[in-house]
């Protein structure tokens, strides 16, 4: 367990990436909120998992508990998140673009915005850094290793406040991976989604940043 001051995290959709990152930051010591559009009475089997750091809440009031919150859910769905109690909050983002699951987006489709700014759109005043989108989820659960491992692997982030990206870097860092800054929500985020090379790449740090074109 980390050392580090706890944080309340809430986290909106807790399937293969949520859950894996609620079991993580559990471990680490901070305290979760975890939420899904179902309802809290379907989250007990996984708070009983979580153990004493976590609980179970609607969707609103994890996204009002956390410092900071995740939301992990079919980016087709983000229009049903409320906006309230986010304004300044650290909020990662770690949803694709997969129209067949999602439906056609025609912003996305003609690139003249990213999922992560879409999501900004829906909570105004969040500070979003997008992360979390380009690793596999059995990854992500499973291949966590301690600072300094040559066998490291490392994850791109993006966000337009670099406070919020430091937090969220610390964040993954503690973990078990390295975090690399890729840039803006704009330009990092177009750099790091479905079908560029970091996305889904097996790299450490410094191999990341040469996919990142850094
Ligand atoms: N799987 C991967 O390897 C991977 C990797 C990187 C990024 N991603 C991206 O990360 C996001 C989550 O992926 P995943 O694989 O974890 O998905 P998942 O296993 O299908 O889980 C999605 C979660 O979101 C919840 N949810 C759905 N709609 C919701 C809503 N309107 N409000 C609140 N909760 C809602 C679901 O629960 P209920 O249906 O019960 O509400 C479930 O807990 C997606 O955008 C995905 O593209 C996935």
Same mark, same amino acid.
């Given at each position: 367990? +980390?050392?580090? !001051? ?18 993580? =930051? ?16 379907? *989250?007990?089997?996984?708070?009983? /998992?979580?153990? /004493?750091?976590?609980?179970?809440? #609607? %969707?609103?009031?994890?996204?009002? =508990?956390?410092? %900071?919150?995740? %939301? ?13 109690? %986010? ?13 067949? $699951?999602?439906? &056609? ?6 690139? +003249? !915005? !990213?999922?992560?700014?879409? @999501?900004?759109? &829906?909570?105004?005043?969040? $500070?979003?850094?997008?992360? =979390?989108?380009?690793?596999?989820? +059995?990854?992500?659960?499973? $291949? ?8 490291? *692997? ?22 078990? =991976? ?5 840039? #803006? @929500? ?6 790091? &989604?479905?079908? !560029? ?18």
């Amino acid at each position: 367990m +980390s050392d580090s !001051t706890p944080v309340r995290i809430g986290i909106v959709g807790v399937g293969n990436i949520g859950g894996a990152l609620a079991r993580h =930051f559990v471990a680490a010591g901070h305290e979760v909120a975890v939420a899904n559009s179902r309802g809290p009475e379907t *989250l007990v089997d996984l708070v009983a /998992e979580l153990g /004493e750091r976590a609980h179970a809440a #609607t %969707v609103a009031e994890a996204l009002r =508990f956390g410092e %900071v919150d995740v %939301v992990s859910i079919p980016l087709g769905r983000i229009g049903e998140l409320p906006a309230d109690g %986010v304004a300044g909050k650290v909020v990662i983002d770690t949803n694709n673009y997969y129209p067949g $699951r999602d439906g &056609q987006i025609a912003a996305l489709d003609d690139d +003249s !915005t !990213t999922s992560s700014e879409l @999501l900004a759109v &829906q909570l105004p005043g969040a $500070r979003i850094v997008k992360a =979390f989108n380009a690793i596999y989820a +059995s990854w992500l659960a499973e $291949r966590g290793l301690p600072a300094g491992d040559p066998a490291r *692997l490392a994850i791109p982030i993006s966000g337009d406040d670099a406070e919020a990206k430091r937090i969220v870097a610390a964040l993954i860092d503690e973990i078990g =991976f390295d975090a690399v800054d890729a840039g #803006t @929500l704009a330009v990092g985020g177009r750099k790091h &989604q479905p079908d !560029t090379p970091p996305y889904g790449a097996e790299a450490g740090a410094a191999e990341l940043r040469g996919l990142l074109g850094l």
